[in-house]
């Protein structure tokens, strides 16, 4: 899916909060707006404009 070190660095590009992977629904979900960003082909797709609204991931 995503290389653990890339998602590492990856931010949200709406409000620069850490990112979280949803492997189920292959898609990459930010920790603080809940925007989910949606992966294809392996490659995530952090623009806003693609991103689906969402709540934050609870925090486990």
């Known amino acids: 899916m995503v290389d653990k070190e890339l998602l590492e660095i990856l931010a ?5 909060a850490d990112v979280v992977l949803d492997e189920p629904a292959a898609r ?4 603080a707006c809940g ?3 949606p992966i294809r ?3 995530p797709v952090m623009l806003i404009d693609e ?3 969402g709540p934050p991931p609870q925090k486990s």
């Open 28 to 31: 990459i979900v930010c920790t």
């Open 41 to 43: 082909d392996g490659i």
């Open 51 to 53: 991103a689906e609204q």
């Open 12 to 16: 949200c590009p709406s409000c620069k």
């Open 35 to 37: 925007l989910r960003y």
